[in-house]
């Protein structure tokens, strides 16, 4: 049943539609594109925020945490650190005034994800800690995600044993072993397969490159190929294993996999970590595929 036209009804639900479709124009036209969609939402519910009805604050309270949780997430693949931190912690704000926990839980493991990129394991492991005390109130592919990165972080201080045992549970919960369509609206790319693929960035970290390569040439296959930045950032951590096995060729040949697919997505943060596996085996520019790699490499640079 359609909402009533000019009604509080029929904007949040055109603001929840549109939602939706700026998450395909990420995956279809990539961070950039999408990023001029949300950041123009988030004004326009800065506004409404102002005169919204108090029985309909909530739920504009809750889009507003939605949206700018996107935009921590599109700024991330922009490799935009502080703009991703700064949207965040927005997102946190905004899910706090409405206790929503799923909202919550997730703000906070973006929270993690970036203490982790900016070189913070131990806050990163904090972070994926506070979200777990809401594990119980929140889906299903949510409750296998918020397990992934607490995994990661984990394996990032050494804690190893803890972070494959966190990886088996998260196949309980994932995104594919659940009948009809994944509950909630995130972490439905949850699947078992992205949670080999992390299982195998932990492997690597481990100094486990050799069963790290085996994971993720098995997992690979797994991931949709309309998610290109989950696939190529597969194609990463394999490269990087890659090059702790000491195989440049195969880390190079890998690499160039993944670099016409991270152009096209736009994701200036997996093309910088491309370009630091090109500095890795640049000593090695006299083999073929390195050589490829890195002539191809420069044009993007």
């Given at each position: ?14 603001l ?15 961070p ?23 029985s ?5 309270v809750?889009?507003a ?9 599109l ?41 982790l990129?900016?070189?913070?394991p ?7 800690e ?15 995600a ?19 045992q ?6 309980e ?41 085996a ?19 597969a ?67």
């Amino acid at each position: 049943m359609q909402p009533m036209l000019g009604s509080w009804d029929e904007t949040v639900y055109q603001l929840r539609a549109q939602w939706h479709l700026l998450v395909q124009n990420d995956k279809l036209f990539g961070p950039q594109y999408a990023l001029i969609g949300v950041t123009a939402q988030l004004n326009l519910l800065d506004r409404l925020l102002n005169d919204v009805p108090s029985s309909f604050r909530p739920s504009l309270v809750r889009l507003a945490a939605q949206y700018a949780e996107s935009a921590a997430w599109l700024n991330h693949s922009l490799n935009d650190v502080p703009a991703a931190q700064l949207w965040t912690q927005k997102a946190l704000t905004w899910a706090d005034q409405i206790a929503d926990p799923a909202m919550t839980a997730w703000a906070t493991y973006r929270s993690s994800q970036h203490w982790l990129i900016a070189g913070n394991p131990r806050r990163a492991v904090e972070e994926a800690e506070a979200a777990m005390l809401q594990d119980k109130k929140v889906p299903s592919p949510v409750r296998a995600a918020l397990r992934v990165q607490h995994a990661h972080a984990l394996a990032t201080v050494g804690e190893h044993r803890k972070a494959m045992q966190l990886l088996d549970n998260a196949q309980e919960w994932a995104a594919d072993r659940r009948p009809g369509k994944p509950e909630g609206e995130h972490a439905s790319y949850c699947t078992s397969g992205y949670i080999e693929v992390h299982r195998g960035a932990c492997l690597r970290i481990g100094r486990r490159p050799g069963e790290a390569i085996a994971v993720l040439d098995a997992a690979l296959p797994s991931i949709p190929s309309l998610h290109r930045q989950d696939f190529t950032a597969a194609l990463l951590t394999k490269a990087a294993a890659h090059v702790a096995a000491d195989q440049p060729e195969q880390a190079a040949a890998t690499a160039h996999i993944a670099l016409p697919i991270a152009r096209r997505a736009g994701s200036r943060r997996i093309l910088h970590q491309l370009g630091q596996i090109g500095s890795a085996v640049d000593e090695h520019r006299h083999l073929a595929d390195v050589r490829v790699f890195l002539d191809d490499l420069v044009e993007t640079a």
